[in-house]
């Protein structure tokens, strides 16, 4: 009797819950390395949780859960940067255990790093915003972009403050000049400035694909109706579309760098020059995963069943599908309509339709934690609140 292969995912974000849920739909068993932070170890989906160490111990535990377990032929999905980073550096050992989703470090490294995303755009003649890569402070000294800009890492591989980042907004050169100053106290080679395409949410973009050597097998378009926060948001509330604009640009980078597995490519559409620029790469996972199931297209079975060498016929996720991140997108929209930006009536409406990032009728447990962990955090905030106003009367 064959023994049913399963998966192994790596359980640092929302991302993980996604894979999980779709694997167990199609009878996987799904393990999880779990943070401790995720709400995927609530998932009726897990078979089984193992806590996961710091990330020098990462590589080691894979290989005795393999070893211990007769894991071998197993799938092994990463959630996040750093679980794929790890990964790809060690991809040849860990696939002696398991198939894998992500490619080797020489592939990887074109998505991770952004210098070499965006030289990897420019030979294929895609856009992207104006960048400048200063190797010191007097570089910077005789910048002259337009702000406002902004200061983020090239990628974030460093156990620092600055790359852990995702980017910070300057107004001008003398706040630049002191934000650089404080950033390269770690690997100021890691330092980027970027021109600020101030256009909206609505006009950021998205183009998803599982690929094969290049080649895109299935695919789907997403635009970000609603982010997180103003400036470095992610997309909290998404809708699926049709973008041709988007899908030849990402393609022909896709088929430069031969990439294979999961990936999503971020575009801004800058309204000035008409052009649609390229973002980042992320190769991997990606948060809004469990959208492409209800357009029409299981990204994680999909995935898995490639590396299980099984045929895959072509998909591409159908338009009209909106998902959000329950939680966080009431948090932003609360907050945009104290701002007046936003209505409750065109907020409540949003709603009509969509579908959850967590809340989901046959596992609802993952979203009951999240709501509890939500009216936690909203009961402190009040009882600091409540505090700040009995000092403040005191001292009257």
């Known amino acids: ?18 894979i999980a849920r779709s694997l167990g739909h199609q009878g996987i068993s799904v393990w999880i390395l779990d943070d401790g932070q995720s709400p ?44 794929a980073t790890l990964v790809a550096n060690h991809h040849e050992q860990l696939g002696e255990y398991y198939r894998l ?19 990897l755009a ?29 200061i983020k890492p090239a990628h974030h ?8 980042g995702r980017g910070w907004r300057v107004k001008d050169r003398e706040e630049l000049l002191s934000l650089y100053d404080e950033m390269r106290l770690g690997d100021s080679s890691v330092v980027m400035i970027q021109e600020m395409i101030l256009n909206g949410a609505d006009t950021q973009f998205s183009y998803a694909a599982l690929c094969q050597g290049g080649n895109v097998l299935a695919d789907a378009f997403a635009e970000r109706k609603r982010l997180s926060s103003p400036d470095f948001g992610v997309g909290v509330y998404l809708e699926t579309i049709e973008k041709p ?37 992320n190769a ?12 029409g297209v299981d990204f994680p079975f999909l995935m898995w069943k490639l590396a299980n060498g099984e045929p895959i016929s072509p998909a591409r996720g159908r338009a009209g599908v909106r998902w959000i991140r329950t939680i966080i997108d009431f948090e932003a929209s609360l907050r945009a309509i104290l701002a007046g930006s936003l209505s409750w009536r065109k907020y409540l409406l949003s709603l009509k339709g969509v579908r959850h990032e967590t809340l989901v009728r046959d596992d609802l447990k993952p979203a009951l934690m999240e709501f509890h962990q939500f009216a936690g955090r909203s009961f402190r905030k009040l009882g600091k609140m409540a505090s700040g106003r009995a000092a403040d009367t005191s001292l009257s």
Not at 1 to 17: N, R
Not at 60 to 73: S, T
């Open 1 to 18: 009797m064959i023994k049913p292969q399963g998966a192994v995912v790596f359980a640092t974000s929302y991302t993980a819950l996604a």
């Open 284 to 295: 991997r996972a990606w948060g809004w995963i469990a959208m492409g199931v209800f357009a």
């Open 122 to 150: 420019e030979e294929v003649g895609v856009a992207y915003p104006k960048t400048f890569y200063p190797t010191s402070r007097k570089d910077v000294e005789g910048f002259s972009g337009r702000f406002p800009m902004i």
């Open 101 to 119: 989703t992500t490619p080797p470090w020489d592939i990887m490294q074109w998505a991770v790093d952004k210098r070499l995303t965006y030289q």
């Open 40 to 83: 995927t170890r609530f998932s009726r989906y897990v078979r089984r949780s193992f806590p996961l160490p710091a990330e020098s111990q990462q590589i080691n535990l894979l290989i005795e859960i393999a070893k211990k377990n007769d894991l071998r032929g197993w799938t092994l999905f990463p959630d996040g940067d750093k679980g």
């Open 157 to 164: 591989m460093g156990q620092d403050a600055f790359s852990s």
């Open 245 to 281: 604009e988007i899908e030849a640009p990402a393609k022909r980078w896709l088929e430069k760098n031969r990439y294979t597995g999961l990936v999503e490519i971020d575009f801004i559409f800058d309204r000035r020059d008409g052009l649609y620029k390229m973002l980042d790469v």
